[in-house]
């Protein structure tokens, strides 16, 4: 790029923190209440021992012997949580892009994409982690009111919280699994940027700006490239998070090999299907939701942010 087309660049438009937040927790909110029974049966195969048949028969037996919301079960801890989540994560990307940048302005190689996502991974899981341990504990109870695993049933996420701290401590009780969300994240928002930008670009010509709709498409194909860069790893997340005591050693490799013994390859997918459904309706209500939070004249690299609503690990399994 010459000189002379630098100094042209205009520096983007500013909107407050204020504004980039309310509008990141309610996309996000959206895709939370939207994404939440898809992520139920996800949670749900992944640590099946020969219950379900198949995600369709997760979903039957979910409503037949608990109640249609029992597929919102865990809502509560992301719908809480994705305001600061986002925040974090937002933060995060948008500083390891600027460190990245040899100039303000520049477009980065997707190389340089996939390394910021993954540094803003690494940060985001700090919070993600207990979001999604919360989460996680609340949708593995199959029932009413009684486990059958050996676990305490839980009302809800304090009483969760409260029951892991108690029990195993802060770092082994409300953060356990920590590790294995950093482990997965750093591919994950590497895979979700990269397929972000790589579409958009394809689709938006140089100059212009996206319209909603090819950034919700392009929002999509991160959703995907998310899952497909990260899913045996969050197989490992949820086993790790949703045992009954806190692991111990080098726990994702050795949860691999158990899960790989267990159920052979398959097993490291279980869940990947309602994974991949749930892209499309959740980046659907994250972006239409933003677009009518934002103020008229909302910058397209406010869209660019929310994209990554979506696909949260609380979050995301958090989610």
Same mark, same amino acid.
């Given at each position: 790029?010459?000189?002379?087309?630098?100094?042209?660049?205009a520096p983007?438009?500013q909107?407050?923190?204020?504004?980039d937040?309310?509008?990141?927790?309610?996309?996000?909110?959206?895709?939370v209440?939207?994404g939440?029974?898809?992520?139920t049966i996800k @949670?749900?195969?992944?640590?099946d021992?020969?219950?379900?048949?198949g995600?369709?028969?997760?979903?039957?037996?979910?409503?037949?012997n608990?109640?249609?919301?029992?597929?919102?079960?865990?809502?509560?801890?992301?719908?809480?949580?994705i305001?600061?989540v986002?925040a974090?994560?937002?933060?995060a990307?948008?500083e390891?892009?600027r460190?990245l940048?040899?100039?303000?302005g $520049?477009?980065l190689?997707?190389?340089?994409?996939?390394?910021?996502?993954?540094?803003?991974?690494?940060?985001n899981?700090?919070?993600?982690?207990?979001?999604?341990?919360?989460?996680?504990?609340?949708?593995?109870?199959f029932g009413?009111g009684?486990?059958?695993?050996?676990?305490?049933?839980?009302?809800g996420?304090?009483?969760?919280a409260?029951d892991?701290?108690r029990?195993?401590?802060?770092?082994?009780g409300?953060?356990?699994?920590?590790?294995a969300?950093v482990?997965? $994240?750093i591919?994950a928002?590497?895979?979700?940027?990269? %397929?972000?930008?790589a579409?958009?670009?394809?689709?938006?010509?140089?100059?212009?700006e996206a319209? @909603?709709l090819?950034l919700?498409?392009a %929002?999509?194909?991160?959703?995907?490239?998310y899952w497909?860069?990260c899913?045996p790893?969050? @197989?490992v997340?949820?086993?790790?998070?949703?045992?009954? $005591?806190p692991?111990?050693g080098?726990?994702?490799?050795?949860?691999?090999?158990?899960?790989h013994?267990?159920?052979g390859?398959?097993?490291?997918f279980r869940?990947?299907?309602?994974?991949? @459904?749930?892209a499309?309706?959740a980046a659907?209500a994250?972006f239409?939701?933003?677009?009518?939070?934002?103020?008229?004249?909302y910058?397209?690299?406010?869209?660019?942010?929310?994209?990554?609503?979506f696909?949260?690990t609380?979050?995301?399994?958090?989610a």
């Amino acid at each position: 790029m010459s000189a002379e087309s630098i100094a042209v660049i205009a520096p983007p438009k500013q909107t407050s923190a204020a504004a980039d937040f309310i509008a990141g927790n309610m996309g996000g909110m959206c895709q939370v209440l939207v994404g939440q029974p898809l992520d139920t049966i996800k @949670v749900r195969l992944q640590l099946d021992s020969g219950r379900f048949n198949g995600a369709m028969d997760c979903a039957v037996q979910t409503i037949k012997n608990e109640g249609f919301f029992a597929l919102y079960k865990g809502m509560a801890s992301p719908l809480v949580g994705i305001g600061a989540v986002n925040a974090l994560l937002f933060a995060a990307n948008t500083e390891c892009r600027r460190l990245l940048q040899s100039y303000p302005g $520049e477009q980065l190689p997707l190389y340089k994409i996939a390394i910021a996502g993954s540094g803003a991974g690494i940060v985001n899981s700090v919070l993600a982690s207990p979001v999604e341990m919360l989460k996680i504990k609340l949708q593995a109870q199959f029932g009413k009111g009684a486990s059958g695993s050996g676990q305490r049933y839980y009302s809800g996420p304090i009483d969760c919280a409260q029951d892991l701290i108690r029990q195993h401590g802060v770092a082994n009780g409300l953060f356990r699994g920590l590790w294995a969300t950093v482990v997965r $994240e750093i591919p994950a928002y590497a895979g979700f940027y990269v %397929g972000f930008e790589a579409t958009k670009r394809t689709l938006v010509k140089e100059g212009q700006e996206a319209s @909603v709709l090819q950034l919700m498409t392009a %929002g999509a194909a991160g959703g995907l490239g998310y899952w497909a860069a990260c899913y045996p790893l969050d @197989v490992v997340k949820s086993k790790v998070q949703n045992q009954v $005591e806190p692991p111990r050693g080098f726990y994702i490799i050795s949860t691999l090999k158990t899960i790989h013994a267990e159920s052979g390859f398959a097993g490291l997918f279980r869940g990947f299907g309602p994974s991949l @459904v749930r892209a499309i309706p959740a980046a659907g209500a994250t972006f239409s939701n933003c677009i009518r939070t934002y103020n008229a004249g909302y910058r397209e690299e406010q869209l660019d942010i929310t994209a990554s609503i979506f696909v949260m690990t609380i979050a995301a399994d958090a989610a």
